[in-house]
């Protein structure tokens, strides 16, 4: 079973370009998580989707960041206009509320690089 | 917002040591997670901790939920190479029906001398 799919798993864009990260989830999860990953902040939470709709999107960083969720299968994440800060890995994962554990499973990431 | 206190930030041993590594929080989670990070990859779950006091093991890596609910420990015994990667600890709450995003801690660099 294939696990979390991101793309791309790199992006180099210059300042003010718009970006869109995407995700496929693990097919029957029902949560979609994006987190960003800095050497200074570590790793937050920015959105999540429950059954595609966002339930929390108070980690938005602010408004030039947008999530959606069109479907069960598949997750953007897109910064308008990007800026140097927003350079960060990036990841999407998913779980299951029918697994017991809730265990979060991880895409590979992609990293992101605004000169 | 919730934040986890994660140390130490990097520990260099030799192989063979145990190593130990630990996370509080200044609020209440319902499950604690550690993961484990190699390069270019995403985080691995290692261990799920889900009731206060439990003590769950996974090999040679074992870890508690403590007894306040604010806290967790990870220790791994008798360290191999592979066992090189940042190790983050993770507390879960749950809101309304389901489960929320996950809090991490800054994570420990584990490096390891031949």
């Known amino acids: 079973d294939a696990g979390v799919i991101q793309s791309p798993r790199h992006e180099v864009t210059e300042m003010g370009q718009e970006v869109t990260l995407r995700c496929k989830p693990i097919?029957?999860?029902?949560?979609l998580f994006w987190y960003r990953q800095t050497m200074m902040r570590g790793l937050e939470l920015l959105i999540y989707f429950n059954n595609n709709v966002p339930i929390d999107d108070s980690g938005m960083p602010e408004d030039r960041f947008s999530a959606k969720m069109p479907n069960a299968s598949f997750s953007t994440l897109k910064i308008q206009p990007s800026e140097p800060r927003d350079s960060a890995v990036y990841f999407c994962?998913?779980?299951?509320?029918?697994?017991?554990?809730?265990?979060?499973?991880f895409g590979p990431g992609t990293r992101l690089t605004v000169l | 917002g919730q934040q986890l206190n994660q140390s130490p930030q990097s520990m260099f041993i030799q192989e063979g040591e145990d190593v130990s590594m630990n996370c509080t929080s200044s609020?209440?989670?319902?499950?604690w997670l550690w993961y484990k990070q190699d390069p270019g990859e995403g985080p691995v779950l290692l261990i799920a901790?889900?009731?206060?006091?439990e003590l769950t093991s996974n090999g040679r890596l074992t870890a508690q939920f403590g007894i306040t609910r604010k806290d967790s420990f990870l220790n791994i015994s008798a360290s191999i190479p592979s066992d090189v990667g940042i190790y983050f600890c993770?507390?879960?709450?749950?809101?309304?029906?389901?489960?929320?995003?996950?809090?991490f801690g800054k994570g420990t660099h584990l490096i390891i001398q031949p």
């Open positions: 609020s209440i989670f319902n499950t």
């Open positions: 993770a507390g879960q709450g749950y809101s309304g029906g389901g489960a929320d995003g996950l809090t």
């Open positions: 994962a998913s779980s299951s509320t029918w697994d017991f554990s809730n265990t979060q499973y």
């Open positions: 097919s029957g999860h029902d949560y």
């Open positions: 901790l889900y009731k206060a006091g």
